[in-house]
């Protein structure tokens, strides 16, 4: 089969275009570096030529308001081109809970992209990952100086991103879903701890308070972020994965 991947060259692209050419596929990468515009729709009919399945991990550059607009427009020309090539399946993935946090203007912009894709004239499918274990570092930057951490106790159930791109594979040979597959990790954390837990594994002495101020996860309510009994849950450990990464 062919699929286009967009977004093939990122974090999680890679590693689906390496899974899929490795199980015999022709798995085409597009993005901006390969020519492509989703916002324009430059590129989209020649990268999806032949394509029978489309994986859409494309990602805003931005997370603030302005993603609303890059979702609503690249997901109409992307379903337009799809339909007039005949692809048979468009995938995205998304965020666990999404719906459950308006306040946010990126997962609000999430839940729009879900809501597109529905509406479309394709056969899709939408996985739902959880919190990358790969972006704890950065959630950390946000709210940190030379001395401490700052993070609030927003529970949350991370994963590998190459448990993410299994997944995401899984799904693009397989039948489309028409609906979700949620995915997540096999352990859950306060995020407070889980900041603890990074730094005593990469060496750092600077010190995680507690503070429901901090953040993007700071306006987040409950559990909302945390997988439901139907969640898909992968295998690899946070400890685990914090140790060979570092």
């Not at 590693?15 to 015999?24: E, H, I, P, S």
């Not at 901006?32 to 030529?49: C, Y």
């Not at 995205?92 to 479309?120: N, W």
């Amino acid at each position: 089969m062919k699929f286009t991947v967009i977004g093939g060259t990122g974090l999680i692209g890679t590693q689906v275009v390496r899974k899929l050419t490795d199980a015999g596929h022709e798995a085409l990468p597009a993005g901006l570096s390969t020519g492509l515009d989703l916002l324009t729709g430059k590129g989209l009919d020649e990268a999806l030529e032949g394509a029978q399945v489309v994986v859409n991990l494309a990602n805003s550059p931005t997370f603030d308001d302005k993603s609303l607009d890059f979702f609503r427009t690249s997901m109409g020309n992307l379903l337009a081109a799809g339909e007039k090539a005949g692809v048979g399946h468009q995938i995205i993935l998304s965020i666990v809970g999404v719906e459950q946090v308006p306040q946010l203007d990126y997962y609000r912009a999430k839940a729009l992209q879900e809501e597109l894709l529905r509406q479309g004239p394709t056969p899709y499918s939408i996985v739902r990952a959880t919190q990358f274990f790969e972006f704890m570092n950065a959630v950390m930057s946000w709210t940190s100086d030379d001395e401490t951490v700052r993070l609030p106790v927003t529970p949350i159930q991370p994963m590998a991103s190459a448990d993410v791109a299994s997944a995401v594979f899984e799904v693009a040979t397989g039948a489309p879903l028409g609906g979700v597959r949620n995915i997540a990790g096999p352990d859950r954390f306060p995020l407070d701890e889980l900041g603890r837990i990074t730094l005593e594994a990469q060496g750092d002495t600077r010190n995680v308070v507690v503070d429901d101020q901090a953040g993007m996860f700071a306006v987040i309510d409950g559990e909302v972020l945390l997988p439901g009994p139907d969640a898909h849950l992968a295998a690899t450990h946070y400890r685990d994965w914090v140790r060979e990464a570092h």
